[in-house]
Structure formats: C-alpha cells, structure tokens
C-alpha cells in the first residue's frame, strides 16, 4: 500500500484532502509541507517558521506500543516550536479517538479549548467538528496557537481547493472562531491518573 492508501484507510472522508492536493502541496510548497514515512508510519506536516502543524499522522496497528508515534512526533518536538494538529472530538464507541487523546495527553499537549473549528467537507457537504491540540514548548498562548492555525488553514487545507475539488472552503472567519473558556478539556479525562 502506498502512503496515501494507509492514510486514506484510517482517516474519514470528510477528514481526508485528495491524492491530488497533497502531491501538490508537497511539490509547490516544499519548502513547507512535508512527508515522513517508513514501513509502519506516514507522517504529514507542514512547518512555518514558528510552529509545525501535524496534517496527518498515521502508525499501523501491527506496530503501536513500539515507541513509533512518540518518535516520529519527537523528530518535530526537537525544532522546539509549537506543535498543533486537530482531533476528532472523542467518541466512546470508537476506542481509536480515545486511544488517540490519551497517547496525545502522555505526549504533552494541551487542547485549545477557546479555539472553535467546524468547517464544511467538501466531500460530504457534512459540517465536521474539530478539535485543535497544541505542544507550547515555550509557553504559547491559544491566541498565538489561533493565529497559527489561521495562517495553516489558508496556506494548507484551501490551498487551491477549488481547483481539486470544483468549489472552496469557507473562509477562516467562519470555520475558525476564538472564545475564551468555551468549552471543556478534552484531554483533562486522559491527563489525571485514576485513582480507585
């Protein structure tokens, strides 16, 4: 299987870009959209100046509990900027979103949760809810990791979107939105031990 095929298999639809749209932005923007891969792992991103954003991040199932996705993950923690990447809000019938929050809480991130971002599939026509994580090596406000994920979702996820699918996203105004203490922690039932 090639790297988009794995990608494809585990990510949704609705979370997935095309074949098309990601050679592109790893052929016209190089200098920032990037591929790791190996036999077990694919990883996405793309790094700005200050901060690397986590597109997608794959580790094949025979090869979890191998330390992979904390390696791959520690290859961008080493630039020592801020990291953020969006989740799937958990999901009890699906162990992978709650596995996902757990191993992401043990690795240090925090959820932004003044950070709102529901943007519309061009795919599905489906809205879909996100959730924004964020690694502040620095101590990096949820306003900076706003900023961020602004300049990210313009340079990224609609970069010429409506040429590879027919139509664009809405703007960043209106998937993106900033409200101090909206909502609640996502990863706070994941970051405590439990105690009996």
């Known amino acids: 299987m090639n790297w988009y095929e794995k990608l494809n298999q585990y990510f949704p639809v609705e979370e997935m870009k095309s074949k098309e749209h990601m050679e592109t932005l790893l052929k016209e923007k190089s200098d920032v959209y990037h591929k790791d891969e190996g ?14 954003f986590v597109d997608y991040l794959f580790v094949s199932k025979e090869s979890r509990g191998m330390g992979l996705g904390k390696k791959t993950l520690q290859m961008l923690k080493d630039k020592k900027k801020p990291i953020i990447l969006e989740v799937e809000p958990v999901n009890y019938e699906d162990t992978d979103t709650e596995k996902r929050l757990r191993f992401y809480a043990r690795e240090g991130f925090e959820h ?28 990096e406000s949820e306003e900076e990791i706003f900023e961020a994920m602004k300049k990210m979702y313009e340079d990224i996820h609609t970069y010429k979107d409506t040429h590879f699918y027919g139509e664009s996203y809405d703007g960043v105004n209106k998937v993106l939105t900033f409200e101090e203490g909206s909502k609640e922690d996502v990863l706070e039932p994941f970051s405590n031990p439990v105690s009996n």
């Not at 036999?39 to 690397?52: G, K, Q, T």
């Open 39 to 52: 036999p077990y792992h694919v990883l996405m991103y793309a790094e700005f100046d200050n901060f690397s």
């Open 112 to 139: 932004a949760s003044s950070i709102g971002y529901c943007r519309r599939s061009l795919a599905t026509g489906e809205e879909n809810s996100m959730e924004i994580l964020y690694w502040a090596p620095n101590g």
